[in-house]
């Protein structure tokens, strides 16, 4: 896993490939070109770690259920005590510390765990110290042991010589009578020939030169076993040195490259937002507002007034209704009456109740009750002949009231036609203003209101246009970058979209850079030790003359003829006992 992030103003490549202890990072600076370790990322992640992270923003599904185990008082608490969103994690979490603290140390408690964690802390301190006093010893001992590994191996060396030397001895022993005779022999040659005998410091001087020059060999055959002729270089890498100076001019605009990638992201989630913006505006209108025009201010003010004379015509029209239907009821209520009344002539039913009323006062009562009765009876038998006389003066009266009306109603008719010819006459207005301003395919009563969701629309979709044209810049950058690659194509494995292919590029770029630098170490490393080795040729050289010279002043060829020509000197100065004495010196 690979991504790319910016921190303080610096473009960060970090790649963790999973495994033990967190894995294998890769961590570096892309702004400074610069590695980085893993200590890094966490020094620049501190204090935040995995536990503190998963404690403070990582929640399952019965944290989330817990909330509805508050009661109304808790729940306040909470929200009282904390007063943010996200509350109930950083709860569960105030808890959970306490209970963990409660854990760590009880006051009533036999046994302390923090204590015992102390208690542990020095035990373990005090090992470490006596670690760290071992440690010492065990690098003296370590160092004691190198060294007498590399004593062992020069006695080794020493012993693999004496060992040749035992078995040269060994052959001569074998041929000890034969070399009796031939110092008998040399004896009575011994005044015709000058012979330079070998002493045991010549000899000594011949055998160091002769180890030193086995020694030097051998080390230049282990240089030589050891030696890497050709350094190991991929095809990838061939590819990359070959085109050196073209893959440098690409990686310069990376960065950049890479944080136009990002800026494309960005830009395409405030597409995606405007697009949903201005779906939700027709959604919520239930048209397309893409063809509507928006109103200028001279349009808007046109449109007001005639709105407002409408509405105002419109209350007027109502009102006037109103006062004609009850114009319309008076009339008829009072042309009712007035037919009523000039249908009858003496009102039976007074005259009836009058009658009525005289006798049950002449036979049901007496005196003054009588008299009174007899009275009253004979009134309301008086108000129901008389009544039509009456009436014709009330009826004068009505016909005078229905005429006013009758004027009133034909008043209100020639208002409500004329306001009706006048709301005709505003409609057609609004009709041809709808059709100048392609409006029509809303209703008149929201020409108004939609003109702020239009402002608002028409601004969403400048900046979607915007974000478009910036996507579109971007994109092309992109393009244009990824194929200037297209030759390494190939050999970086180019494909996918635009991130897969820049991760491709960058990781291609890392490894060239890695394995560059192991190259260079390689090479530094075989350039040392060819001039080792050529030190060690030189040397060898030099031993072979100087030993190839001692060889020749005692008249020899090889080591085992020196040794036998060594072993029949001592023998011959042992047998005549006398010593050889001084021969001459081996330079």
Sequence with gaps: MSFFFTHHGEHYWLKRVSGTHGGEVTFRNLTLDQDLTKQDLNTMLRPLNKSLFQQIYCFDERALQAIFTLNRFDLTQRIQRIGAIGSDSWIGLTKQLTQDAQQLYKPRGRVQPLVTKLKQYDELTQKLESAKTQYSKYLTIEQTVQDTQRTQNGVT???????????????????????????????????????????????????????????????????????????????????????????????????????????????????????????GFETQYGLSLAHLQLLSAEAVTALTDLLQTKQRTSIEQETTTKQWQKHQQDFNRLSDQSTTTATSGVDFKWLGAGIVVVLIALF?????????????????????????????????????????????????????????????????????????????????????????????????????????QQIDHLSRSSRAFLSQWQFAGEVIGLGGDVDHQLSQINQFLSERHDESRRLQRDKQTEAAAKLHRQSINQQLQHGRQSFAQALSTFGVSDIESFNQRYQADRTLAEKNGSSTGACKAVN
């Design 157 to 279: 060396a020493q012993l693999k010589t004496r060992k040749a030397q035992v078995n040269q001895y060994q052959r001569l022993l074998s041929g000890f009578e034969d070399y009796q005779q031939v110092l008998a022999l040399e004896q009575h040659g011994a005044e015709s020939e000058s012979t330079q005998h070998i002493s045991t410091d010549d000899w000594q001087q011949v055998t160091q030169r002769y180890t030193k020059v086995v020694q030097l060999q051998q080390e230049l055959d282990e240089l030589s076993g050891h030696m890497t002729e050709n350094v190991a270089m991929t095809a990838s890498q061939r590819f990359y040195e070959s085109h050196q100076q073209q893959f440098d001019q690409l990686a310069n605009q990376l960065p950049e490259q890479l944080a136009n990638a990002h800026d494309l992201h960005s830009q395409e989630a405030q597409r995606t937002a405007f697009r949903r913006r201005l779906q």
């Design 364 to 468: 049901a009562l007496s005196g003054l009750f009588r008299t009174l009765g007899g009275v009253a009876g004979l009134l309301i038998a008086g108000y129901g002949i008389f009544k039509p006389t009456l009436n014709g003066t009330q009826r004068s009266e009505a016909d005078s009231q229905l005429a006013l009306l009758s004027s009133q109603l034909d008043a209100d008719r020639r208002q409500l036609h004329a306001l009706d010819d006048q709301l005709i006459n505003l409609d057609a207005q609004l009709n041809q203003f709808g059709q100048l301003h392609q409006l029509t395919s809303v209703e008149p009563d929201q020409w108004l209101p939609i003109q702020t969701a239009l402002r608002e629309y028409q601004q969403v979709q400048m900046r979607l246009n915007e974000t478009q």
